[in-house]
């Protein structure tokens, strides 16, 4: 899905370089976004130790802190619970969050909770991810995200970056996958892109 989108700052700042950075461009209430991420999270879960995962939106900016999105209020309110919960928490907790949260995306916002409580062995506080959503770091969070988004010059949703290039996408069918895109493909693209020590058990297969 295509959609307005906005400017840099870098959101692997401080990150190792031996991390292979991920980074997908969503739209919270997305089909194309439940896609990706039902498919992939499980793998990024598996080489959360190898990885720097980044979600980033696309979405308008009509003026300073205040946003449009293409599905509405409560996309861009599921997509502020969600950029909370990963300046908030674990890149590990942010993942089994997102995992919960996108295979039901027609109840995003109102399943953030509910996902909350039953993914994170209530190590998520509701109560403060909702004090971040309500301020107005989630409006930073928000802009920074978007700014991400122009930088890399993503307008669909899901768009996949590796390494800060594009790696695959899904925009009601998948296309331009040089790798593959399948769950297997994916694991490859990653472990062939690490070059640090102690690789997981699931490159094993492709040493």
């Known amino acids: 899905m295509i959609y307005q989108s906005f400017q840099f700052i870098n959101p692997m700042s401080g990150v190792s370089n031996n991390r292979v950075r991920v980074e997908f461009f969503v739209m919270s209430k997305c089909p194309d976004a439940m896609k990706c991420e039902t498919l992939f999270l499980p793998s990024l ?3 959360s130790s190898i990885v720097n995962f980044t979600l980033s939106f696309i979405a308008g900016e009509t003026k300073l802190n205040e946003f ?3 599905h509405g209020t409560d996309e861009c309110l599921g997509n502020k619970q969600q950029l909370c919960i990963q300046d908030m928490y674990s890149q590990a907790i942010f993942i089994k969050y997102l995992q919960c949260q996108s295979k039901h995306i027609m109840t995003i916002p109102n399943n953030g909770e509910q996902c ?4 994170s062995e ?3 506080r509701w109560p403060d991810v909702q004090s971040c959503v309500n301020s107005n770091r ?3 969070l928000f802009h920074k995200s978007l700014e991400r988004t122009r930088s890399a010059s993503v307008r669909k949703s899901c768009t996949i970056y590796l390494n800060e290039q594009f790696w695959c996408m899904h925009d009601g069918f998948w296309s331009s996958c040089s790798e ?3 769950e297997m493909s994916f694991i490859r693209a990653i472990c062939s ?3 640090g020590k102690n690789k997981p058990i699931e490159c094993a297969n492709f040493i």
């Open 45 to 47: 879960l598996k080489l």
């Open 68 to 70: 449009s999105c293409m």
């Open 116 to 119: 909350a409580k039953t993914t």
């Open 122 to 124: 209530n190590i998520i």
């Open 138 to 140: 989630a409006n930073q």
């Open 180 to 182: 593959g895109r399948d």
């Open 193 to 195: 892109r690490y070059n």
